[in-house]
């Protein structure tokens, strides 16, 4: 595995297929399951790691963000990872980027309604990375379904030539989807709430239940954060507010808890003619990795 800050030496080593992974760091099973599935379909892996300032509206997230750069690469290279594209801020930002990539709409609600700015430091992020780097597929994870939307639809709009892959939400064995900021919940049983309550909805979806306040109702009923910034149905294609589920949606939750902000999604897919609630993947024994 080669660690590198210059993207031009990542172009320079890459052979045939090649896959990004774009990640902030401080690894867990959620980020090995992109890698891996980058491994069983490329040629050549290669992970970014880069946390973003672009993208952090509470510069007290940026600060406290978990920082662990041996662990990474250890990890990466575990993964198979062959290419660490790790550029420092300076190389990144060698100047204060004036242009900044806006997707309208698919950034309006939800995420980008309670993090203003945060799309943009990601679209404008992403954009520079499958520039500079070139990937043939870049792979992202429905545990921020909201990102995976506005990321398609950026790479449609600007023509892009890369395919952007959605991959399923670990989740610890009792449910909690893993998050690098997990290591701070202190009350786990509060937590879980937000998975049950989509797992209560995915339920509702498979017996019928197709209003969309019906469905959020029942993600907010037991919901134990101390505050909720939204829950809410969103269309797949476009982040919409749908008020019925009649195509490919996503149920989205997000709030605090513990000085965390938790967000978890309810993909729901059209399988045939069905409308399918993808519940994600649980490890079999805890995670060694999302911290306690
Ligand atoms: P981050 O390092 O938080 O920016 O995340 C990097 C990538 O990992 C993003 O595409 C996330 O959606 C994805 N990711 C984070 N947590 C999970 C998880 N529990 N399951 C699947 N993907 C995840």
Redesign the pocket.
Known sequence: MRIVDDAAHVRASASATVGL?????YL?E??L??LTAAREECDTVVMSLFLNPLQFDNPDDLDRYPLDSDRDMRLAEEAGVDIVFAPSLQAMYPTEPLTRVRVAEVGDHFEGEHRPGHFEGVATVVTKLLASLQPHRA??????HQ??VLVRRMVADLSLPVDVIG?????EPDGL????RNIFIRHRDAALTVNRGLEEAAAAVDSGERSSSALTAIVSRDLGLESVDYVGLASQSAAAPLDVLDRPAFLAVAGHLDGVRLIDNLPIDLVGEMLVPDL?IRLAGRSELGGE
Request: glycine share 14%; aromatic share 8%.
């Open positions: 992974v774009p990640t902030m760091g867990h959620g980020h399951s992109l792979y992202f994870g429905r545990k921020d990102q995976l991959c399923p939400i670990i989740r989807a893993l998050s690098s994600g």
